[in-house]
């Protein structure tokens, strides 16, 4: 009587698949898509917790660690709240594949720890997991019978060759990063621009621009490594990365050949700024009176960094009266220019110090007679100041014989890249795991 139920099921649902015509087939289940590596590892460390928590304690807590100054490993590990035998097998399991020993302050490293439900006792360690490269990483588990597991873990990478396009919105440079644009393109880029463009003038919203630049992106999407800005396009004025034969570093030309970094930058500020006030005449915010004043004020925040807008050598870098932190700069044809207000200068910027185009050497504050964060800028000629919006010089030299043949077919190649939408080339990937495993 128990077992007729079951009986009675399954001849009534013979008998409907004779019905319909059709032999009664089992079900089949449908086979599932592989597992990336990554997958696998990831299951298997949900798997490791699991069994690795015995009856009694909370759930994992993610602890960030780092190891101080005069800590070893063992010790940092110890922090987190566990026995010290079982921090001592944790730095025993690991120097199966590292040296422990050698580890400085400053390395981080992440850790899951349970802690007892009655709240007495000492924490248990369930996973820990330390970077050991932009694409690699060590972990050590704990397996069904507590012991703990130490893997290596390599995602697989892919190289790119990505082309970014976008309009802009608000500035040139925060838009580019919010696409995508790492920090080090977006700034190469503006710097590119500022020599063609008033970047706070020049440059509207809805104004589309391209790049075009080498990456390595993980799995699952993380970029660990940029290359150079190949292609750079806002306003019709374009930029095609190319090293002439003999020249010393890549420069940036436009679809002519000819060389697009001009002799002198438009402004000394690459972002984030804004013109508060003109060379001329006006009411002076401090004094009260209409005074002359002698440069451009560029409304920024503090710190943004100032660039050499052409070579040159630092002549000044004190303070001055009412231009608080000053910094002057010697260049060709009779040319100073000056910044006033600085919140600091950049590293090994001092008298005598050759810069060049594009380099930092200083930051933005409000030293001196100032009412809030600007950056004041002069240009000199000949000793007296004159108005830096008016400066033009000559751009650079244009490519000829097999320099040009060779810059031609460089752009070709990048017009190719443009018109296909970028290129991805994969990495080889790697998978380590079995490592000697220690007793927890």
Known sequence: MRIAPHALTAVAAISVALLAGRVYQ??????????????????????????????????????????????????AVARTGIAPEEASAVAATLSNAMDVSSMRAGQKFETAIAHPRGGRGDARLIGLTMRTGPASQLTVSRSFDGALRLRALEEKVTHETVVLTGKVEGSLSRTARREGAPAAIARVAGRLFSHKF?????????????????????????????????????????????QPAGAREAQYFDGTGKNTRSAFMRTPLERGFRVSSSFGFRRHPIAGYRKMHQGIDFAAGMGTPVVAPADGVVVEARRWGGYGNWLRIRHANGLDSGYGHLSRYAPGVRAGQ????????????????????HLHYELWRGGQRINPAGVRTTEGTVLAGADLAAFRAEKARIDRIIASGGERRSGAPTMAGGLRPARG
């Open 26 to 75: 089992p079900a089949k289940a449908e086979e599932a898509p592989p597992l990336s590596q990554i997958q696998i590892a990831a299951l298997e460390a949900q798997a490791f917790a699991a069994g690795g928590m015995p009856a009694g304690l909370t759930a994992p807590e993610a602890i960030p660690v780092q190891i101080r100054k005069g800590e070893t490993f063992e010790q």
């Open 198 to 242: 008033d970047m706070d003038r020049d440059v509207k919203s809805d104004d589309e621009f391209t790049y075009v630049f080498d990456r390595t992106v993980t799995e699952n999407g993380r970029t660990i490594d940029s290359g150079e800005l190949m292609y750079a396009s806002l306003k019709g004025v374009t930029f095609y990365r190319f």
């Open 354 to 373: 050759r810069v060049r185009q594009g380099q930092v050497v200083a930051y933005v504050g409000s030293t001196g007679a100032s009412t809030g964060p």
